[in-house]
């Protein structure tokens, strides 16, 4: 079965600090993965996505960066961290076959606070 | 721009009682509607998955409808119970540019309460 980890789950950095979190996912192959940002109260935001090693298509532009070095692999950095980095990420995979039936699968999350 | 919207913010019911979650949205030209439940400070989990040619989806004590033309979805609990409790996101599934896949536009969510 396929399932998909993140880290860390929390993570408090001062302001400036650079970031990293990780995405991986078991079980499947050459899966679409995804970047979203949650902030309290708010739907999901589409950050960013790839659909293949080193193909990366950015929604919302800012000052985070999102890299695929292996086929199951996502990560989302920042070079300087702002305090209104602070929300929660989360990253996602799906296996395309169809668009009419193709769903997301969530990761656990993780807590981003900036100080 | 697709744009979604879920209706009410927030509800609180007593448990027992059958209740009905709200969803729009502005695009008719999507490829599904899908409803997932968060609980807090958790991912997502899918729980239905309409597509456009479909008009309804059964799970258990879940019944989610779809009116593409009207742009509308409704999530039906019945018998809620405690467990329920958790917010409740649509999102719908439309082009993403090209692309054989689709983009998910979420709603901000329907924060449920199930009280004993």
């Known amino acids: 079965s396929q399932t998909i980890h993140q880290w860390p789950a929390t993570l408090v950095q001062p302001v400036g600090s650079p970031l990293s979190l990780e995405c991986t996912v078991e079980?499947?192959?050459?899966?679409?993965l995804y970047w979203y940002r949650q902030a309290a109260g708010r739907g999901l935001q589409l950050l960013f996505y790839s659909v293949g090693i080193g193909q990366i298509s950015s929604e919302v532009p800012q000052n985070l960066s999102a890299s695929r070095p292996q086929d199951r692999q996502f990560i989302l950095s920042s070079k300087k961290l702002l305090l209104s980095d602070s929300s929660f990420y989360l990253c996602a995979w799906s296996v395309v076959q169809y668009a009419s039936t193709d769903t997301q699968y969530f990761g656990p999350g993780t807590r981003l606070t900036v100080l | 721009k697709q744009e979604v919207t879920q209706i009410p913010a927030a509800l609180s019911v007593p448990e027992g009682e059958n209740l009905v979650l709200n969803c729009s949205f502005t695009d008719s030209a999507i490829y599904n509607l899908q409803w997932f439940r968060q609980d807090p400070g958790k991912g997502l989990t899918s729980l239905l998955l309409?597509?456009?040619?479909?008009r309804e989806q059964t799970s258990g004590r879940l019944n989610a409808s779809l009116d593409k033309s009207s742009g509308r979805s409704t999530l039906y609990i019945a018998a809620s119970q405690p467990g329920d409790s958790a917010t409740y996101l649509c999102?719908?599934?439309?082009?993403?540019?090209?692309?054989?896949?689709?983009?998910?536009?979420f709603g901000q969510g329907t924060i449920l309460t199930v009280h004993p």
């Open positions: 999102a719908v599934s439309h082009n993403a540019g090209g692309t054989s896949y689709g983009k998910l536009t």
């Open positions: 079980g499947t192959s050459n899966p679409n």
């Open positions: 309409i597509q456009s040619s479909q």
